[in-house]
């Protein structure tokens, strides 16, 4: 009995660093096309959803200039100073990136990106750290992408 538990773990281990590790390389392309495109100056909407306080605030309007926020609105003109210091860790495209990398080196139970076709951002990006935790899942939705001068 303890060598098939054995076993079992040793292909559980396996599966897990593989699945991480399938997503690595898509991770590479995409932040590689971002990057390459150079885009210092771009403005998009950001929905963060989870069962957290701060829905109705949701779209934000993230404006950046070399790598720095330059205004962050909420959709609906609320206050977002009390969640500030949560959306300024995902106000960029470059810490969208970090997050999926994050994501993939913790080897989260559920990991789904899908890239945007012309610029490589993560546009969505859905997190389930934990099989055993209810409503633990967050999502992070990027739209209205746009370059700016």
């Known amino acids: 009995m303890k060598k098939t538990g054995a076993i079992f773990l040793v292909f559980l281990v396996a599966f897990l660093t593989a699945c991480g590790a399938s997503q690595r390389p898509t991770l590479v392309h995409n932040r590689s096309l971002w990057e390459a495109q ?3 100056h ?6 963060v959803g989870c069962f957290c306080p701060w829905n109705a605030l949701m ?7 070399n790598g720095e926020i330059v205004s962050m609105v909420a959709s ?12 300024r860790a995902h106000a960029t495209i470059e810490s969208l990136f970090d997050l999926v990398d994050s994501a993939i080196s ?3 139970y559920k990991l789904v990106v899908q890239y945007d076709p012309k610029y490589g951002f ?6 389930d750290p934990s099989r055993m935790i ?7 939705y990027v739209t209205n992408f746009e370059v700016l001068p």
């Open 59 to 65: 779209p934000l309007t993230i404006e950046i200039k």
């Open 106 to 108: 913790k080897r989260v």
């Open 38 to 40: 150079a885009i210092q």
């Open 42 to 47: 771009y403005r998009f909407n950001l929905t």
């Open 76 to 87: 609906n003109g609320g206050d977002i100073t009390p969640y500030l210091d949560t959306f």
């Open 134 to 140: 209810t409503d633990d899942e967050t999502g992070y």
């Open 122 to 127: 993560p546009a969505s990006i859905l997190i």
